[in-house]
């Protein structure tokens, strides 16, 4: 069967998912994730229908690194026959200030998103190792990059610059946006099941352990929370959202903190863990009698309200919002708080669709449709990835 094999490369994780190419399009057949890499390496795997296919833990030494990550990865494949690889689809997280699209990998290419590892030095190492990998192992196998920036490159100059000077902007330092691959995934469904919203102005709020919000303005994106890095806009697990750099130079200044400690703390210490002092995980906070959770989810909420506002602003006024991501699809909780703070736009809650989990959760008279829509980061690669390699659906 020939198949898609969808890469998500983090630096302590490998999620992957098999697609197979079949009459119509794509279906999924496997999704699975190495976790712990060079900690307490486990392999988790399950079929399309949810059903497990492996669960076993490895020595550290066995999967020390990346590079040990992909071949175990590739052994579990192996052992499960069945499938020929067309292609394999790649989360690359920046696309920098060129991309505007999902892209063919080739040498020239590779070399341009290196130069982006400045841009994302966390994240696009991570990125780029296993195309390198599969460069050498497999030359003639094509290779796709899809990068979370791309869906955003249609803002215009003034909305995705910082007022600092030009130089920088011309060097990168630009408002590029995260998330946009769940944002154009979100647009294509809202064109399949609401084709009226989809034409009009929708904010989509992505709550994962990562947070964004997007405006799109019939199914462009317009503007977006996120900005030079992933750790703007929206306060997340473990990331502080929007923050005076004020407070960036008091810790390095006054405080004396390294860089390195200072990067540790925005990126792992801030957010839900750092303002709850007890987890980055919404679940435990909504779960829990300790105020200092109540408090973390009133700055949440907040916060997101804040920013609807904004791109309502951007947008001229607001015909949708859609919640997604894993607080936006399963938690009507935190649903329900967000959907209060945009009544003064015309938004009303209908609380049974809401605990339901509904596509449209609003009352008929509501001005403003509110809808939970499940992301799927991972077709919409698998879909870019066909569509580049121009494979004929059988
Ligand atoms: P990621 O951003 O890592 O891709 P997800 O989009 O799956 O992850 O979001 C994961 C987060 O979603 C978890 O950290 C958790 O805070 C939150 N979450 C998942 N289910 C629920 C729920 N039922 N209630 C509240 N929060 C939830």
Same mark, same amino acid.
């Given at each position: 069967?020939?198949?898609?094999?969808?890469?998500?490369?983090?630096?302590?994780?490998?999620?992957?998912?098999?697609?197979?190419?079949?009459?119509?399009?794509?279906?999924?057949?496997?999704?699975?994730?190495?976790?712990?890499?060079?900690?307490?390496?486990?392999? %988790?795997?399950?079929?399309?229908?949810?059903?497990?296919?492996?669960?076993?833990?490895?020595?550290?030494?066995?999967?020390?690194?990346?590079?040990?990550?992909?071949?175990?990865?590739?052994?579990?494949?192996?052992?499960?026959?069945?499938?020929?690889?067309?292609?394999?689809?790649?989360?690359?997280?920046?696309?920098?200030?060129?991309?505007?699209?999902?892209?063919?990998?080739?040498?020239?290419?590779?070399?341009?998103?290196?130069?982006?590892?400045?841009?994302?030095?966390?994240?696009?190492?991570?990125?780029?190792?296993?195309?390198?990998?599969? !460069?050498?192992?497999?030359?003639?196998?094509?290779?796709?990059?899809?990068?979370?920036?791309?869906?955003?490159?249609?803002?215009?100059?003034?909305? +995705?610059?910082?007022?600092?000077?030009? %130089?920088?902007?011309?060097?990168?330092?630009?408002?590029?946006?995260?998330?946009?691959?769940?944002?154009?995934?979100?647009?294509?469904?809202?064109? &399949?099941?609401?084709? +009226?919203?989809?034409?009009?102005?929708?904010?989509?709020?992505?709550?994962?352990?990562?947070?964004?919000?997007?405006?799109?303005?019939?199914?462009?994106?317009?503007?977006? $929370?996120?900005?030079?890095?992933?750790?703007?806009?929206?306060?997340?697990?473990?990331?502080?959202?929007?923050?005076?750099?004020?407070?960036?130079?008091?810790?390095?200044?006054?405080?004396? !903190?390294?860089?390195?400690?200072?990067?540790?703390?925005?990126?792992?210490?801030?957010?839900?863990?750092?303002?709850?002092?007890?987890?980055?995980?919404?679940?435990?906070?909504?779960?829990?009698?300790?105020?200092?959770?109540?408090?973390?989810?009133?700055?949440?909420?907040?916060?997101?309200?804040?920013? &609807?506002?904004?791109?309502?602003?951007?947008?001229?006024?607001?015909?949708?919002?859609?919640?997604?991501?894993?607080?936006?699809?399963?938690?009507?909780?935190?649903?329900?708080?967000?959907?209060?703070?945009?009544?003064?736009?015309?938004?009303?809650? +209908?609380?049974? &669709?809401?605990?339901?989990?509904?596509?449209?959760?609003? $009352?008929?008279?509501?001005?403003?449709?509110? !809808?939970?829509?499940?992301?799927?980061?991972?077709?919409?690669?698998?879909?870019? $990835?066909?569509?580049?390699?121009?494979?004929?659906?059988?």
């Amino acid at each position: 069967m020939r198949s898609i094999l969808v890469i998500n490369a983090g630096s302590s994780s490998l999620k992957f998912q098999v697609f197979a190419i079949v009459e119509g399009g794509l279906e999924r057949r496997v999704r699975g994730q190495m976790d712990g890499v060079g900690g307490r390496p486990r392999l %988790k795997a399950s079929d399309g229908d949810g059903e497990s296919l492996v669960d076993r833990a490895y020595d550290a030494a066995e999967v020390a690194d990346l590079p040990a990550a992909i071949d175990a990865v590739q052994a579990f494949l192996r052992s499960l026959g069945g499938f020929t690889l067309a292609a394999i689809g790649h989360r690359v997280v920046h696309g920098g200030p060129d991309f505007t699209d999902a892209v063919l990998i080739d040498p020239a290419v590779l070399d341009k998103l290196s130069h982006y590892q400045d841009l994302a030095p966390l994240h696009q190492p991570n990125n780029l190792a296993p195309i390198r990998l599969a !460069m050498e192992i497999a030359p003639d196998l094509p290779q796709v990059a899809c990068f979370d920036t791309a869906f955003h490159r249609g803002h215009a100059a003034h909305t +995705d610059c910082y007022a600092i000077p030009r %130089k920088l902007y011309d060097e990168g330092v630009r408002r590029y946006g995260f998330h946009g691959l769940s944002y154009e995934y979100i647009a294509e469904r809202l064109r &399949a099941v609401a084709p +009226d919203i989809a034409a009009g102005r929708v904010v989509v709020a992505h709550l994962g352990s990562g947070a964004s919000m997007c405006a799109l303005a019939g199914g462009r994106s317009i503007e977006s $929370t996120m900005g030079f890095t992933a750790l703007d806009g929206l306060p997340m697990g473990t990331r502080p959202g929007q923050l005076d750099p004020g407070v960036v130079l008091y810790l390095l200044d006054q405080k004396g !903190m390294s860089v390195g400690a200072v990067t540790d703390l925005l990126y792992r210490g801030s957010g839900l863990k750092g303002l709850s002092g007890l987890s980055n995980d919404m679940r435990d906070l909504v779960d829990s009698d300790d105020p200092r959770a109540a408090f973390a989810i009133d700055h949440f909420v907040h916060r997101a309200a804040l920013s &609807a506002g904004q791109l309502a602003a951007a947008l001229g006024g607001l015909d949708a919002f859609v919640f997604t991501a894993g607080i936006g699809e399963h938690s009507p909780v935190i649903r329900a708080r967000i959907a209060e703070r945009l009544a003064w736009l015309g938004a009303e809650l +209908d609380p049974a &669709a809401n605990e339901a989990g509904e596509l449209v959760i609003s $009352t008929a008279g509501s001005r403003v449709a509110l !809808m939970v829509v499940p992301t799927d980061e991972e077709l919409m690669i698998a879909r870019h $990835t066909l569509a580049l390699i121009g494979d004929p659906v059988a």
